[in-house]
């Protein structure tokens, strides 16, 4: 049961990150082009500088578009904009409310702007949420 929890848990994650997920792509790149090191420069003052050296920019391209991290947030994306494309306008409007949104709805709120009750929107939000599961592979 706990194992269930834990994966519903990671989907929920991934649909809430989905709001910001432009941003952790990117914040991941930028991980990779310019990544902290702490070397402490021991010519200074003297020798040759690498600046022409445009093997180490092709390195970094490289190894922007082979980042593991990069292509499952990538999928992570492309999945879940495919499932809110394909799914009906009412279970879009809950998803987008409740998961979405930054100032998430609560559950009340939707019931009367939805005339819907609780269990309905409960039962559409975690039709979309196993669906995501299935598509997301976590299942």
Same mark, same amino acid.
């Given at each position: 049961m706990d194992h269930? !929890?834990?994966k519903r848990?990671?989907?929920? =994650?991934?649909? +809430? +990150?989905? =709001? $910001? *997920? !432009?941003i952790l792509? &990117?914040?991941?790149? /930028? &991980?990779i082009m310019y990544p902290y090191k702490f070397d402490k420069d &021991? $010519?200074?003052? #003297?020798g040759k500088s690498d %600046? #022409? $050296?445009? +093997?180490v920019v092709a390195r970094q391209a *490289?190894?922007?578009?082979n980042d593991p991290a *990069? =292509?499952? /947030? &990538? %999928?992570h994306k492309k999945t879940i904009d495919r499932l809110l494309n394909n799914i009906d306008d009412l279970t879009f409007k809950i998803v987008n409310d409740l998961l979405l949104n930054k100032k998430s709805k609560s559950i009340y709120d939707l019931e009367s702007e939805?005339?819907?009750?609780h269990t309905t929107i409960y039962k559409k939000r975690n039709q979309f949420i196993d669906l995501a599961q299935k598509y997301l592979n976590l299942g």
């Open positions: 269930i !929890d834990r848990r990671a989907v929920l =994650k991934i649909i +809430e +990150e989905h =709001k $910001n *997920i !432009d792509i &990117e914040q991941r790149r /930028l &991980e &021991e $010519n200074v003052g #003297g %600046f #022409g $050296n445009t +093997e *490289i190894s922007v578009s *990069i =292509k499952k /947030l &990538e %999928f939805l005339h819907l009750t």
